[in-house]
């Protein structure tokens, strides 16, 4: 069964990038540190991430952050959405426009101007298309920014929460939770390592 996870990492502070964001610097200052685990030779850290990619059937992200990914500072062959770990699975991209052109034309991207549920909607559909093709249950990943995985956990969009705590303090930034209806969240799973640690809820 395709499940709908949220998978971000954040600061011990909340954050998800750090001050002034922006396409030439979609982490923020310092908010390169979120991701250390990420090129961590730590065991468990790498089975996360591999864990996390080979899961992906679709991956659903905001504007912006399709803005910093797809600018001329962002993904190349060497790093992205699990460079080395994971094939190329369809991305969702919510908007109030297309843009005009893609840069990562190897990619499939789908672009709905509709809202996030018809987002998710759509890469549900890619993501079981693909667990057909491949035999395996996949998942939809919502992989941000923090405003979108925010709303689809208010919305109630989401089944699962996946947080990568970095062992860091940003100060600012942009926050993963401003406010929003209460949810009740039940752990599923943790693991520490030296570069973050690694916390899973369901969503009730």
Known sequence: MTRIIADISVSLDGFVTGPDPGPDHGLGTGGE???TWAFSDDPNDRRILRE?????GAVVLGRRL???VDGPSGWDDTSGYGAGEVGKPAFVVVTSSPPKSVRLTDLDWTFITTGLPDAVTA???RSEAASFDSGKDLDV???GGGATIASALDTGLLDTLTLHL???VLGAGTPLFTGGAPRTLVQRSVTSTSAATHLTYDVL
């Open 33 to 35: 540190a979120l991701h």
């Open 52 to 56: 996390a990619t080979a899961r992906s």
């Open 166 to 168: 970095a062992p860091v």
């Open 123 to 125: 890469a549900r559909e």
């Open 66 to 68: 399709f803005d910093v």
């Open 141 to 143: 990943v919502l992989m």
